[in-house]
């Protein structure tokens, strides 16, 4: 059974890089997207972004310019990255597998086909 | 980029009823829509995948319909283990986006 697993530091200052770690078991890391997505407290789900088996990635319009999404295949994890960081920014956070599908050499993005628990990180000083 | 809304934005409905969520896509998406389920301090979990194919595992009671900007998604006879919030999620292209929600209670 596939099963991923947050971990980095529950509380960021405000202005400071918030960074979280997920750690895939289970399956493997290679050909599918892998997610970041987050959901501050009371409110709905936000995507941050993915990355794929290749390394390429996509960013949320919204947050492109302070977010950067990293994978190490060899540790099996991958990585998220939000500078400068405000009380907006908390939130639970969830890293997931996304499927795909492929059509002409390309792959696309499906549906989110597994989770993690998430990891709520909090932005105050 | 493609904007998702969902209506209604909560509902009340009692055990045995039959409830319509709809979810809408401000571009013809075809028929690449997922519907999640998140149950009160849950993490969200996937109903339907390509607006209308039921994930294993997930009672008949769910259904998904619709193609292009028109979705919904019913549950046949509402059950207490239902509560929740239902989410739709836009896939096959970046921004992968969510809707705003639609929470479901008992009345």
């Known amino acids: 059974q596939v099963q991923l697993q947050e971990s980095g530091p529950g509380l960021v200052k405000p202005s400071e890089t918030l960074s979280l770690t997920c750690t895939v078991s289970?399956?493997?890391?290679?050909?599918?997207?892998w997610t970041w997505i987050r959901q501050p407290p009371g409110k709905g789900l936000e995507w941050i972004g993915h990355?794929?088996?290749?390394?390429?990635?996509n960013y949320s319009p919204s947050l492109k310019s302070r977010v950067t999404i990293s994978m190490d295949t060899s540790k099996k994890e991958f990585s998220l990255k939000v500078n400068s960081v405000t009380t907006a920014d908390t939130a639970v956070y969830y890293c997931?597998?996304?499927?795909?599908?492929?059509?002409?050499?390309?792959?696309?993005?499906?549906?989110?086909?597994?989770w993690g628990r998430g990891a709520l990180v909090t932005v105050s000083s | 980029d493609i904007q998702m809304t969902q209506s209604p934005s909560s509902l009340s409905a009692s055990v045995g009823d039959r409830v319509t969520i709809t979810c809408r896509a401000s571009?013809?998406?075809?028929?690449?829509l997922a519907w999640y389920q998140q149950r009160p301090g849950k993490v969200p979990q996937i109903l339907i995948q390509?607006?209308?194919t039921l994930q294993s595992g997930v009672p008949s009671r769910f259904s998904g319909s619709g193609s292009g900007t028109h979705f919904t998604l019913t549950i046949s006879s509402l059950q207490p283990e239902d509560v929740a919030t239902y989410y739709c999620?836009?896939?096959?292209?970046?921004?992968?986006?969510f809707g705003p929600g639609t929470k479901v209670d008992l009345k």
């Open positions: 990355i794929n088996y290749s390394g390429r990635t």
């Open positions: 571009q013809d998406i075809r028929n690449h």
């Open positions: 997931a597998r996304v499927g795909f599908s492929y059509d002409s050499g390309t792959h696309y993005p499906q549906e989110i086909q597994y």
């Open positions: 999620q836009k896939y096959n292209s970046a921004p992968l986006t």
């Open positions: 289970g399956g493997p890391i290679s050909t599918y997207f």
């Open positions: 390509s607006a209308s």
